[in-house]
């Protein structure tokens, strides 16, 4: 069977995890490539309702394989915790099932304290982090300051290598911040209570693809956030630290030799967006505040509300050029049956002209949307399971979008749970 990629088409939260969870019964590998723990996919199934950061979203199905890749930012504290949690719901996670990339570079305590440290200097300028590290992490990594995870199987070596990281890491921390310094014993006890616990489950997870490739494995490959996150696609700098493209997959995650056939590109019906940043189509008021309460859109990290707004047609169609999607999953059209007329953003004012072509970076602030709307259909959708049995305003909405992005729509998606969907 082909390898496919599920990504992120808006700013994240398109409902990913539940798209993975659902497919993951048709690949043996599920991969996630890029990112860390700063953003969180909601998956419901018989086992209960979790929240992953880190984990790929094939951890609950048996017999698939799951793997950190390479490209990901592995914080072990954060990743022993959420495994502790998930196994604590009666999943069972082994190395047999979890394989994490020797060539992963780990995430250090000091990540987390330095994002933190540097929102609070910035104030009201601050990007709305998730402190999680991440892009203190990303820095670091492509500063070459990083330790990758196998080097937990050299501890002399590993031991020198964070002694030398831990003294340039402490001159910022001191000299800069005004922070107190890590000291050997603070590092030894991370080790210890972390490091030690995810060693079993690292290995060369480049040559285990290589040979699952080879031998015909098919490979399902999961992405973090969404198009508009892209350190270089996005909206910069309002992005994530790392590349949250499908063409990034097969590098993220030690494999650079696999092709991914089907991008699965997943959109929100309407759009949401977490943190700061140029955020054309948003809502205001009462319309926001019920939009956010019906699509319960606040973030699974961090808890808080979500920036709302109709879906945003100009942004859509770049992300989805950007993931090379071939086919679309819509997440989440339940929740618009509430409204009479449905908003969408169709074009962009910029500078007394509509565009529809999707504005650099620093010209989106000036940006205004074209809201048209599109008729409503007011009733329950959620157990709908065929397309054709959707009402004829949702049906219309759906080929809408469609038209819009000029991409297939394969999948609709009617409900959190994993059966409430309508294949196409
Ligand atoms: P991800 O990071 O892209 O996986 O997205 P999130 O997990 O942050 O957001 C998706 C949220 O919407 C989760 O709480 C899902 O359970 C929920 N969800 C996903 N698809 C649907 C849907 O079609 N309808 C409804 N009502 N909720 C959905």
């Known amino acids: 069977m082909a390898n496919s990629a599920i990504v992120g088409v808006n700013w994240g939260d398109e409902g990913k995890g539940r798209m993975v969870d659902l497919l993951t019964e048709n690949y043996d590998i599920v991969v996630r490539f890029q990112g860390g723990g700063n953003a969180g996919h909601t998956v419901i199934n018989d086992r209960g309702k979790f929240a992953l950061h880190l984990l790929p979203s094939g951890i609950f199905r048996e017999g698939v394989v799951n793997i950190l890749g390479n490209g990901v930012a592995l ?3 954060n990743l022993w915790k959420e495994m502790t949690e998930v196994m604590g719901k009666g999943v069972s996670i082994t190395p047999d099932n979890l394989k994490i990339s020797s060539r992963a570079s780990l995430l250090m305590p000091w990540h987390r304290d330095l994002d933190e ?3 609070r200097r910035l104030k009201d300028k601050k990007f709305g982090s998730t402190k999680q590290g991440i892009a203190p992490f990303y820095s670091d990594k492509y500063q070459k300051k990083t330790v990758l995870a196998g080097e937990l199987f050299y501890p002399e070596k590993l031991r020198a290598h964070l002694r030398d990281l831990m003294e340039w890491k402490n001159l910022i921390l001191t000299s800069v911040y005004g922070a107190e310094p ?5 590092l ?3 080790l210890s209570s972390y490091c030690e616990r995810i060693k079993p489950f690292i290995c060369d997870t480049g040559e285990y693809l290589k040979r699952a490739h080879d031998e015909g494995k098919s490979i399902l490959f999961e992405a973090q956030l969404g198009s508009l996150r892209d350190i ?10 790392s590349n949250t493209l499908a063409a990034y997959a097969p590098i993220g995650s030690g494999c650079p030799q696999v092709k991914i056939t089907n991008v699965i590109g997943v959109v929100k019906a ?3 967006c977490v943190g700061e940043g140029p955020f054309v189509c948003e809502m205001e008021g009462e319309e926001a505040e019920r939009l956010r309460q019906e699509g319960a859109e606040y973030g699974a990290k961090t808890g808080r509300p979500r920036r709302v707004g109709p879906i945003d047609l100009v942004a859509t169609r770049y992300g989805a050029e950007m993931q090379a999607a071939t086919e ?3 997440t989440k059209l339940d929740v618009l049956s509430y409204l009479d007329k449905i908003p969408v953003c169709s074009h962009y004012e910029l500078d007394g002209e509509i565009v529809d072509i999707f504005p650099f970076p620093a010209a989106l602030d000036d940006a205004k949307p074209v809201i048209e709307y599109l008729d409503g259909w007011k009733c329950d959708i959620s157990k709908v399971r065929r397309f054709e049995d959707l009402p004829e305003a949702a049906r219309e909405y759906v080929l809408y979008v469609q038209r819009a992005i000029g991409c297939p729509i394969t999948y609709v998606s009617v409900g959190p749970e994993r ?3 309508i294949i196409r």
């Open 270 to 272: 309407y759009s949401t």
């Open 328 to 330: 679309i999953a819509l």
């Open 188 to 190: 030894d006890e991370w």
């Open 182 to 186: 890590y000291t050997e014993e603070r």
């Open 232 to 241: 270089d696609y996005g909206i910069h700098p309002f992005t994530t630290s």
């Open 117 to 119: 440290l540097e929102e």
């Open 75 to 77: 914080d072990p504290e």
């Open 419 to 421: 059966e409430s969907i």
